[in-house]
């Protein structure tokens, strides 16, 4: 008998395993990498505490400031990973969010959203809408954090995200305009080969969200949800790649917010391969 599977209380590859004693291996195992100036692009990096109580953090990135300080739009991330897997942190991020920056000339925000399945869902979904709330406490110019306060135009906001991501980003759009959220103006929401639970779930999902009523759960479903023609900014770009299991998530999507009534466009994108 291989010890390692009998002390094995779930495996969903190629996610999480967990063992009896509550431990959580994740896969991949990416390592952590701290902030930094990043010597050929010159953008800084840094963490930030978004709240202490729940505990939510983030890192913030900014491009090479040329010259006098300027405002320039501001994308809050939010990553993939199934909602278990994943980290602001990881050498995939802080490559990807560097480029990001350099290439848009922007300040970006990736949100370290507490994971499934030590935090449930909806947990995500509450510390990505806490993310865009303390952002718009930087209104005034006298937030928290100088380099939001600086360099950030809270009123060019677009929130990427992939995945599980960009479930959440869609989200936290929903809400803010449901809620009317003042301080920010969401300008674009950037969809990348989206997770939405429009048919079957998983068979990971009732572990990760054991309180999902199901398809008519608003959080997971966009169908399903009732201020879906609230979505706060006018436009939304969806990507789906041509061999992703994902794919049929993103049309529905498609499909559902052009029906909803929401009054925005959205662009959408087929890529070849598996994205």
């Known amino acids: ?19 009896k004693d509550g431990r959580i291996e994740r896969f991949p195992a990416l390592p952590l990498v701290p902030p930094a100036l990043d010597p050929i692009t010159g953008v800084q990096s840094k963490d930030v505490v978004i709240s202490s109580e729940p505990p939510i953090k983030a890192r913030i990135f900014i491009p090479k400031i040329n010259g006098p300080d300027q405002k320039l739009p501001l994308v809050l991330h939010y990553h993939g990973g199934a909602f278990c897997i994943g980290s602001p942190f990881d050498d995939v991020s802080q490559i990807f969010l560097t480029t990001l920056v350099s290439q848009s000339n922007v300040v970006a925000i990736s949100v370290d959203y507490r994971l499934a399945p030590d935090h449930p869902l909806p947990i995500a979904h509450h510390d990505s809408w806490s993310a865009l709330q303390w952002i718009a406490i930087h209104s005034d110019g006298k937030g928290p954090d100088p380099w939001i306060n600086r360099y950030a135009d809270l009123g060019r906001v677009f929130l990427p995200g992939e995945s599980a991501g960009a479930n959440l980003a869609h989200y936290v759009a ?65 990507c789906v790649a041509e061999n992703d299991w994902l794919k049929q998530r993103g049309l529905d999507y498609y499909e559902i917010l052009k029906k909803s009534g929401w009054g925005g466009t959205v662009e959408f994108m087929e890529n070849e391969g598996e994205g």
């Open 1 to 19: 008998m291989d010890p390692i599977a009998d002390d094995v209380a779930h495996e969903f590859r190629p996610f999480i395993r967990v063992y």
């Open 174 to 238: 929903v809400r803010a305009g449901a809620t009317g959220l003042v301080g920010v103006k969401l300008k674009g929401l950037i969809m990348l080969h989206s997770y939405f639970v429009t048919r079957e779930p998983e068979a990971i999902m009732p572990y990760l969200y054991p309180t999902c009523s199901g398809l008519d759960d608003p959080v997971l479903n966009p169908g399903a949800d009732p201020d879906l023609a609230k979505l706060g900014c006018p436009k939304v770009f969806l």
